[in-house]
């Protein structure tokens, strides 16, 4: 039985990544799909590797009914290019670090994760590492939508 791998991609991997590992896996779980599809998240940078999601992630998170609570952040790793079959970043900065390191005969797994969404107002998830209570609200209503969006594709493309 064929397995679909997807990798989450932001800065830090402990606001918007671990948010959208988090929803994605309680949509593939709820799909009956947890055997044929692997969800994980990691940061272009290294710097909170080892670390629980942020606080703020993880209580919006855990208000809207998802849990975060085993995700540990992680840097993205060469082999993640060849094993993971969608390697979706937050935003245009990130995707131009992906690019950079990813080797060219996978780079056709790279995209934003927005471009999976029914919504058009926005393009990249945005960071809310610096700001309010409500940027983590945008952020988990943006990854809902792109995750059920994504969801959709994976089962029409890759499971079908």
Known sequence: MKKVKVLFV??????????????FQKLV???GLSERVVVDSAGTSGWHIGAPPDKRSAAAARQAGYDLSTLRGRQVAAEDFESFDYVLAMDESN???LQEA???AHSH???LFLDFSSQETWREVPDPYYGDGD???????LVEDASRGL???VNRNDLA
């Open 151 to 153: 969801l959709k594709h």
């Open 109 to 111: 797994k790279l995209s």
């Open 102 to 104: 990813c080797p060219p």
């Open 10 to 23: 932001c800065l830090g991997n402990i606001c918007r990544s671990p948010t959208a590992h988090g929803v």
């Open 29 to 31: 779980n709820d799909a």
């Open 135 to 141: 940027g983590f609200k945008l952020v988990l209503s």
């Open 95 to 97: 995707l131009f670090d």
